[in-house]
């Protein structure tokens, strides 16, 4: 059977959705499938629930214009197309994907991943999968990458001394298309409360998940730097950062954890 045909009957066979993720589209090989997703839905092309799976990216982009090393089949690279929502929830999708996927990833893979604010999800200090969410007329087109079978010479090589991946944190070989699907289906009910104005129980379960909290942080920003204790997530999903003069709200940008292995 086809390899293609496999991969996506396994991914559909695995999603319980309602509309999030029911049009998926696979590629062996893409620059970006956010970048594809940005470019379907400017042009009008993208249909509801528009999902882009691929093996492998050329041009895989991270947050803070960033890199995102996506060799093929060692990862889950896939993107999806949220529903409209309203213009003052959408900074909240993010938050809703992180949450998300860091339950798929105990469901399927049996992991406790954390969140590190904004959205990086974590194992012992290390990066598992990271999450880029674009706005697009009005929609957020939401990437995520899991790092599923990478060894530890990859990040090496990489120079990514705080990554790692399933392989190394759980000595187990995971289906991209089931996590991809679970992480669609914990998601759709997170898009529906937002939608439908309800927020408050998606910003507990984050802040329940989000490893930042408690910590010693750096804010980086183009105007400087501000160092502290991050003391909590507020209800518009920033965080709070405690420092000599007082608490700042953080919504954007590089907030660094401090690690025994130096920032992460
Ligand atoms: C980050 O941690 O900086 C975010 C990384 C997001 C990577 C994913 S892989 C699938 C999707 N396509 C991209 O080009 N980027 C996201």
Redesign the pocket.
Same mark, same amino acid.
């Given at each position: 059977m086809n390899e293609s045909f496999t991969y996506l009957a396994e991914y559909l066979s695995a999603l319980h959705t309602r509309e999030l993720g029911r049009a998926p589209e696979l590629f062996d090989t893409l620059d970006?499938?956010?970048?594809y997703l940005k470019r379907e839905h400017t042009a009008g092309r993208a249909p509801a629930g528009a999902v882009a799976i691929a093996l492998r990216?050329t041009a %895989? @982009? $991270? @947050?803070l214009g @960033?890199t995102?090393e996506?060799i093929p089949g060692a990862g889950l690279?896939?993107?999806l197309l949220a529903p409209r929502l309203p213009m003052e929830r959408l900074s909240l999708v993010p938050v809703a994907v992180g949450v998300a996927a860091a339950a798929a990833l105990q469901e399927i893979a049996e992991v406790t991943a954390g969140i590190k604010w904004p959205n990086?999800l974590i194992v012992s200090d290390r990066k598992l999968s %990271? &999450?880029?969410c674009e706005g697009v007329l009005g929609r957020a087109v939401c %990437? &995520? $990458?899991v790092n599923l079978l990478q060894d530890a010479a990859f990040f090496v090589r990489a120079e990514l001394p705080h990554g790692t991946s399933l392989l190394l944190e759980t000595g187990r070989v995971v289906s991209a298309p089931r996590l991809a699907a679970e992480i669609v289906n914990r998601l759709e009910p997170w898009l529906d409360e937002l939608s439908a104005g309800k927020i408050d129980a998606l910003i507990d379960r984050f802040r329940e998940n989000c490893v930042s909290i408690g910590r010693e942080v750096r804010a980086i920003s183009p105007t400087g730097e501000l160092a502290g204790i991050a003391v909590d997530v507020d209800a518009e999903g920033r965080l709070v950062i405690e420092h000599a003069d007082g608490c700042t709200a953080v919504s954007a940008g590089e907030v660094q954890l401090r690690t025994v292995r130096g920032y992460l």
């Open positions: 970006s499938t956010n970048a990216q %895989g @982009r $991270g @947050r @960033r995102w996506s690279y896939f993107s990086d %990271g &999450i880029l %990437g &995520i $990458g």
